[in-house]
């Protein structure tokens, strides 16, 4: 059974830091592309930043760079997201998921996001 759970949410107040992860089983993601997202209530899902398995390309939303750092353990088949500075709009659930390009761009369609956990929540209080 393949699994994504993600864990480290939480409440936490504005300016604090907080680290997710994202532990992956059931088979390895060589040559996937792993992606954090999250979603505010009411609102749309929106990407916060990817990193391929093998580490060699990474992007992030402009609404997180220089706060939030992105890493992979392919060992462990564990994904992390690093979040300093914390704002609250950056309140969420975040969510890890997995997919594969097959387009000219190496960030996967959302189609093409095949594995999806199931979230965490992050709350940052003012």
């Known amino acids: 059974q393949v699994q994504l759970v993600e864990s480290g949410g939480g409440l936490v107040q504005a300016g604090g830091s907080l680290r997710l992860s994202c532990a992956a089983s059931?088979?390895?993601?060589?040559?996937?592309?792993m992606t954090w997202f999250r979603q505010a209530p009411g609102k749309e899902r929106e990407f916060v930043a990817a990193i391929t398995w093998g580490g060699g390309n990474r992007q992030y939303a402009d609404s997180v760079k220089g706060r939030f750092t992105i890493s992979r353990d392919n060992a462990k088949n564990t994904l992390s997201l690093q979040m300093n500075s914390l704002k609250p709009e950056d309140t969420g659930v975040y969510y890890c998921?997995?997919?594969?390009?097959?387009?000219?761009?190496?960030?996967?369609?959302?189609?093409?996001?095949?594995?999806w956990g199931r979230g965490t929540q992050v709350t940052v209080s003012s």
């Open positions: 059931g088979r390895t993601f060589t040559n996937y592309v």
């Open positions: 998921a997995a997919g594969r390009s097959f387009g000219s761009n190496w960030l996967p369609r959302d189609h093409e996001y095949g594995y």
